[in-house]
């Protein structure tokens, strides 16, 4: 069976320009704006914001 196109696999890249991203998934019905999560970055070594990448 296939994957459904409604919860693609996004990327997640640091906004403190380090590089560092995280691997995800979204529900577009539910979010279909840019997802901007905070988390850990571990070149920063802090909690920083993650914004989606297109």
């Known amino acids: 069976m296939a994957r459904s196109t409604a919860r693609p696999v996004v990327t ?3 906004t403190a ?3 560092a991203t995280y691997v995800t998934r979204k529900n577009r019905g539910n ?6 999560l905070r ?3 571990p070149l920063a070594g802090r909690h920083v914001a993650f914004r989606e990448e297109r």
């Open 12 to 14: 997640l890249r640091s």
């Open 17 to 19: 320009g380090t590089g």
């Open 31 to 36: 979010d279909p704006d840019r997802l901007v």
């Open 39 to 41: 988390k850990y970055d």
